[in-house]
């Protein structure tokens, strides 16, 4: 889905006009082409500056939720500019949820191991502490020179064709993106080897990112195959791969994201399935057809609100995905408690291996129950029967024939090609949640999103009535409503939900126990 209401920051500015996602990297930033007359892509990257909006220092501030508006100068926080480019990248090439909290862990983990040889206790998590360096060599220049390096090798690996974009942005700051030394007394050596050594692990570890198990870039290699066809529902308890709109007049087949995912290593669990849930309520269980109507009860009463909600955290395929969501209240922490290098590494870290896991578990309980998903149970239980709900964009609520009932989504999306037990979104965002709670020291967040009027993503000019504001006081309450919004949307049961909150928190603990082991070294 193409978020429309272009998010944007108070305050950052760029030649005087405050830029969204779309503007500053559609633009042709990735391929080199100058934005709006604005210079060169060099121009661009270095132009804007992060600058704290005149709200920052009331008690609810706006969330950055389009943070690629804003490229900090090369004398910011390295940490927020990788971070910021590895979500593009992910906005560019639209990798599935699993594979970008991948993506956001291994780069955060590069990071975070090149960082580790100019800290006096802090273990990398492939390579201990045999890189670090003298005290003498702790200094900012040092630190910043390595991990952008780390995060350049991790960059290419993941997204070779953002390469462009990753090679101005190094070039900008001072760097020779082709300098592959591997001397080890060097910012730029550690940064290669540290990089070196979580790839070479990475690339077996049972994600396929190379195609080598099976043909194709994080292709299945289980042979999975899936029970119901997309006009037949020989199973009202199983996944169906949907025949959906491809946005030029045509339909394509779903093909299920990750069915193997469940197999990858993790970084701290023990297996995907250390947290896996008891099995979702099943057909024709009086459970299972009260969440089904519970579903058709929300669509018929949504109100502008629920909508908002189901809209925001959508996160659809060019979006940073809810992975990189949660990335974004990183980035909103980091400007809220004035992060300095040194604990955005560690933050980031923490955050990207915790949702890396939460992808893993999720995907697990994925497969193991390959469960149905609401459109499908809807269109199976409700076929010939007249029911009260969402018809579609500006239709309202209607009768309808349970046949034609759809989720609140946009029409491109429906419903994600994959099982709906347990909910990627409760799992990612509980997760984040959790140990972003327990790096502040506290569940505070008092964060807000303000929705104006008109300018509904699914129904333009018409939704909301009048300007909304999300607000999620705790990272708790967001991560809650990140969940219940697919309720609303219509692509998550009620358990699916729940559980998926359940398993995120003891994964972010998990996670959070790890890796405190790893930065006190005791690792």
């Known amino acids: 889905m193409d978020r429309r209401d272009e998010r944007k920051w108070h305050a950052p500015l760029f030649k005087s006009t405050v830029l969204s996602r779309r ?135 993941l997204f070779p064709s953002e390469t462009p974009l990753f090679n101005a942005f190094m070039e900008k700051q001072g760097y020779d993106p082709s300098d592959k030394s591997a001397d080890p007394t060097t910012p730029t050596g550690i ?76 970084f701290a669990l023990t297996s995907g399935s250390q947290f896996r849930p008891a099995a979702p309520p099943q057909y024709p269980s009086a459970d299972y057809l009260q969440e089904v109507k519970q579903v058709i009860q929300y669509s018929a009463d949504l109100t502008d609100e629920q909508k908002v909600i189901a809209e925001y955290w959508a996160d659809g395929p060019s979006s940073e995905l809810p992975p990189g969501h949660w990335c974004l209240f990183a980035h909103f922490v980091s400007m809220r408690d004035h992060h300095d290098l040194d604990k ?14 939460a992808g893993i578990a999720c995907w697990d309980a994925k497969r193991a129950y390959d469960s149905v998903r609401p459109v499908t149970a809807v269109h199976y239980l409700y076929n010939g029967k007249v029911i009260q709900s969402w018809r579609g964009p500006y239709q309202g609520t209607q009768l309808i024939d349970g046949k034609d009932w759809k989720p609140y989504q946009a029409p491109t999306v429906v419903t994600p090609a994959f099982p709906e037990y347990i909910s990627g979104h409760s799992t990612f965002s509980s997760a984040a949640a959790e140990v972003l709670k327990r790096f502040t020291g506290s569940d505070t967040l008092n964060a807000s999103y303000k929705k104006p009027a008109n300018t509904s993503s699914f129904e333009t000019g018409v939704l ?58 005791s690792a």
């Open 23 to 157: 503007k500053l990297f559609r633009s042709g930033l990735g391929v080199g082409v100058a934005l709006a007359g604005s210079g060169t892509v060099a121009d661009v990257i270095s132009g804007c500056a992060f600058n704290r909006s005149a709200d920052a220092a009331k008690s609810s501030q706006s969330l950055p939720t389009a943070l690629s508006s804003i490229i900090l100068d090369m004398n910011g926080n390295a940490v927020l500019q990788w971070s910021n480019l590895c979500l593009q990248a992910i906005r560019d090439t639209r990798p599935g949820p699993p594979m970008v909290a991948r993506a956001i862990a291994i780069v955060q983990t590069c990071i975070y191991d090149a960082w580790t040889a100019y800290d006096q206790v802090a273990v990398g998590t492939r390579l201990g502490g045999t890189l670090r360096r003298p005290a003498s060599e702790h200094t900012l220049a040092n630190k910043k020179q390595a991990i952008s390096y780390a995060a350049y090798s991790a960059l290419i690996d």
């Open 344 to 357: 955005d590494v560690k933050m980031f870290f923490l955050v990207g291996n915790a949702v890396f896991d």
């Open 191 to 266: 940064g290669n080897i540290a990089a070196e050594a979580v790839l070479m692990f990475r690339h077996n570890d049972g994600s396929n990112q190379l195609g080598d198990l099976h043909t194709g870039p994080y292709s299945d290699y289980t042979g999975y195959k899936p029970l119901n066809a997309p006009d037949v529902i020989k199973d009202p308890n199983r996944w169906q791969p949907l025949r959906v709109a491809n946005g030029s007049g045509g339909f394509v087949v779903q093909k299920y994201i990750g069915p193997q995912w469940g197999r990858v290593i993790p």
């Open 464 to 521: 909301p009535a009048s300007d909304i504001t999300l607000s999620w006081p705790t990272f708790s309450a967001a991560a809650n409503q990140a969940g219940l919004s697919r309720r609303y949307g219509g692509i998550h049961f009620e358990r699916g939900d729940l559980e998926g909150r359940k398993v995120g928190r003891l994964v972010g603990t998990q996670v959070w126990n790890k890796g405190q082991a790893y930065i006190n070294g």
